[in-house]
C-alpha cells in the first residue's frame, strides 16, 4: 500500500541572525492512508516546518516528501491546512468564506452556493451564511474554518495546533464534532498540537519530537479502544518524553 | 431640448431659496473664522495704501475685482477646467499605474528584490526636476502638467498599496495558495482587498499630490492652467493677478479636499481592518 505521506530523511535549516537554524535533523515519517497522527514535542522544535514541508510551502534542503507516492514540489493542492489563525478573509461572509475553494476552482456558482450551504448544514453552522467572520465566536469562526478545508475533498487534513487560541470548554466541544466528521469521512490527519489530551483521544498514532533540531523521539500507537487507563499510561509517557517530572 | 427651459425655469425658482439656506447653516456652523477672515480682509483693505504700498500687496476689493473680471471674459473657466482636466488625468493614471505597480511588486518577491532601490530613488528626486523633461518629450502643453500631475500622484498611491499589500497576513496567503490560486488569483482576491484601507488612504493622498503636481507642471511646463495664470500674471509684474489666482487655487483645493472626504468617508472598505 502507498503511504499517503512518506517523509524520508528530511533535513531543513533556516537562515536566521546568527547563522543557519537547524530545525529538522533526518527525520523519516509514513503516514498511512486514513490514519490520524499527532505531532507532539517542545515548542518551536520544528513540527510545524514538518507540515508545511508536506503542504508543499517549504521544501526540505535534502531528503524526500511525498504524498500519495508523488514528490512534492510546490503547494500541494490535495490537502487541506489549518492553523490556529483563523485565516478567514474579513470582508467575505460566512458562505463565500466556505465557498473560496471552489471559486478558486472555477467551480459554477449556483454548485459552489450549494455544496458550501451542505458543508455549513455539516458544522451546524446553518443560519449563519450571512454573517461576516467578526461577527461570530471563536469556536464558530473554527466550525467555517473547517468547512471550508473540507468542502474541496482533500486527501488529508494538516492542522497545526487548529484548537489552540479556543477556551478549554470550545475546545472540547469543538474536538468531539471534529472527530466524528473526520471518522465520518475517513480523512488522514496530521495534527500539530501542544495539548497532550487532544493528541490521546483524537489520534491513532503520537509521534514524539526532540527539541531543535527536531528528531523523533517515540512513536506511540494509541489502543483502538481508548480506555481511560490507556489514555492515562500514554499522556503519562508523553510527558515524561517531554522533559516533565513523573507524576 | 424642450426640457431646457423647463429646469432653468425650476433652478431660478428654486436654487436661490436653496442656496441661501445652506449658505446661512455654513455661516452659523463656521463663523469664527469667517469673522477672521473678514477682520483680515478689513484690515488689509485699510493698511493698503496707508501702511504699504498696494502695488505689491494690492487689496481684497482690487482682487476680488480681478476673479470677477476673469470669469465674466471666460479666463476664469477656462483656466479652471483645464487644471481640473490636468488633475483628473493625472489622478487616473496615478491610481491604475500605482496599484498596479504595487500589487506587482508586492505579489512577486524577485521583481521587489530588483526593483525596489529603483522605485525609492525616483521618489526621493523631487519631481520638479523632471520638467525639463517633460517639456523635452512632451512639449509645452497640458501633457507635461499631466505627466507632472501622474508623477508626483503615482508615488503617493504605490507607497501606500505597496505597503498595504506587504501588510497582508501570510496565513491568508498560505490559504488561498494551498487551494490552488496562482499569483494573479491571490493578488486579486486575497491582496487587494485586504489592503483596502492602504488603497483609500493613498487614493486621498494621490489626488491632493496629483493637483499640487499639476499646478506645477502649470506653472513650469504648460500654457494654459490656473498654475499657468499665475505665473502669467507675476511675469507681467501684476501681483493683483498672482493673488487673484491664489484665491482661486486656494478655493479649489479647498472643495477639493471637501469632496474627498465626503467620499472616504462613504468607502465601505474603510471600515476593513
Not at chain 1, 15 to 21: F, I, K, Q, S, V
Not at chain 1, 26 to 43: K, R
Not at chain 2, 143 to 157: D, E, H, P, Y
Not at chain 2, 161 to 169: L, P, T
Amino acid at each position: 500500500m502507498i503511504p499517503a505521506v512518506a517523509i524520508d530523511s528530511v533535513r531543513k535549516s533556516f537562515a536566521g541572525a546568527g547563522g543557519d537554524l537547524l530545525a529538522l535533523d533526518d527525520v523519516s515519517l509514513d503516514v498511512a492512508p486514513g490514519e490520524f497522527v499527532s505531532l507532539i514535542g517542545p515548542s518551536g522544535c520544528g513540527k510545524s516546518t514538518l507540515l508545511n514541508l508536506v503542504a508543499g510551502l517549504a521544501r526540505p534542503d535534502r531528503g524526500r516528501v511525498a504524498f500519495a507516492g508523488d514528490a512534492v514540489s510546490g503547494p500541494n493542492t490535495r490537502v487541506g491546512y489549518m492553523t490556529q489563525d483563523d485565516a478567514l478573509l474579513p470582508w467575505r461572509n460566512v458562505l463565500d468564506n466556505v465557498a473560496l475553494a471552489l471559486e478558486i476552482r472555477r467551480v459554477p456558482r449556483p454548485e459552489r452556493i450549494e455544496r458550501a450551504r451542505e458543508m455549513l448544514r455539516l458544522v451546524n453552522l446553518s443560519g449563519f451564511e450571512r454573517h461576516l467572520p467578526s461577527q461570530l465566536s471563536g469556536g464558530m469562526r473554527k466550525r467555517v474554518g473547517l468547512a471550508r478545508t473540507l468542502i474541496h475533498r482533500p486527501g488529508m487534513l494538516l492542522l497545526d495546533e487548529p484548537f489552540g487560541a479556543l477556551d478549554a470548554q470550545t475546545r472540547t466541544l469543538i474536538q468531539r464534532e471534529f472527530k466524528r466528521l473526520v471518522a465520518g469521512l475517513g480523512l488522514g490527519v496530521m495534527l500539530v498540537t501542544h495539548d497532550l489530551r487532544e493528541a490521546a483521544a483524537l489520534s491513532d498514532r503520537i509521534v514524539v519530537f526532540s527539541a531543535r533540531p527536531a528528531r523523533i523521539v517515540d512513536d506511540i500507537a494509541v489502543p483502538a479502544g481508548r480506555s481511560p487507563a490507556d489514555l492515562e499510561a500514554i499522556e503519562r509517557l508523553m510527558w515524561r518524553h517531554l522533559g516533565g517530572d513523573d507524576v | 431640448m424642450t426640457s431646457q427651459p423647463l429646469s432653468a425655469d425650476l433652478a431660478d425658482t428654486y436654487a436661490p431659496a436653496v442656496v441661501q439656506a445652506a449658505l446661512i447653516s455654513w455661516v452659523r456652523r463656521r463663523w469664527p473664522p469667517i469673522a477672521l477672515a473678514l477682520v483680515l480682509a478689513a484690515i488689509w483693505q485699510g493698511a493698503s495704501g496707508t501702511l504699504f504700498n498696494a502695488y505689491y500687496l494690492s487689496r481684497p476689493t482690487a482682487i476680488a475685482a480681478q476673479v470677477w473680471v476673469w470669469a465674466v471674459d471666460g479666463t476664469l473657466w477656462r483656466h479652471l477646467s483645464a487644471t481640473l482636466v490636468t488633475t483628473l488625468a493625472g489622478f487616473a493614471g496615478a491610481a491604475v499605474v500605482g496599484i498596479a505597480a504595487a500589487l506587482l511588486l508586492g505579489s512577486i518577491r524577485a521583481l521587489d528584490r530588483v526593483l525596489q532601490p529603483f522605485v525609492f530613488v525616483a521618489y526621493s528626486l523631487p519631481k520638479i526636476v523632471l520638467a525639463p523633461l517633460l517639456i523635452l518629450w512632451l512639449g509645452i502643453g497640458s501633457w507635461s502638467a499631466i505627466g507632472m500631475a501622474f508623477l508626483t500622484g503615482f508615488f503617493m498611491v504605490f507607497f501606500n498599496v505597496y505597503s498595504g499589500v506587504r501588510a497582508v497576513s501570510p496565513a491568508l496567503v498560505d490559504t488561498v495558495t494551498l487551494m490552488g490560486a496562482g499569483r494573479l488569483r491571490t493578488a486579486l482576491t486575497v491582496r487587494l482587498p485586504a489592503a483596502l484601507p492602504f488603497v483609500a488612504l493613498g487614493l486621498h493622498q494621490g489626488l491632493v499630490y496629483a493637483f499640487h503636481g499639476a499646478i506645477v507642471g502649470e506653472m513650469t511646463a504648460s500654457n494654459r492652467g490656473l498654475g499657468y495664470l499665475l505665473v502669467y500674471a507675476a511675469s507681467d509684474m501684476d501681483a493683483n493677478g498672482v493673488l487673484a489666482a491664489l484665491c482661486v487655487l486656494a478655493v479649489l483645493s479647498l472643495i477639493l479636499l471637501r469632496l474627498l472626504a465626503l467620499a472616504i468617508a462613504r468607502q465601505p472598505g474603510a471600515r476593513v481592518a
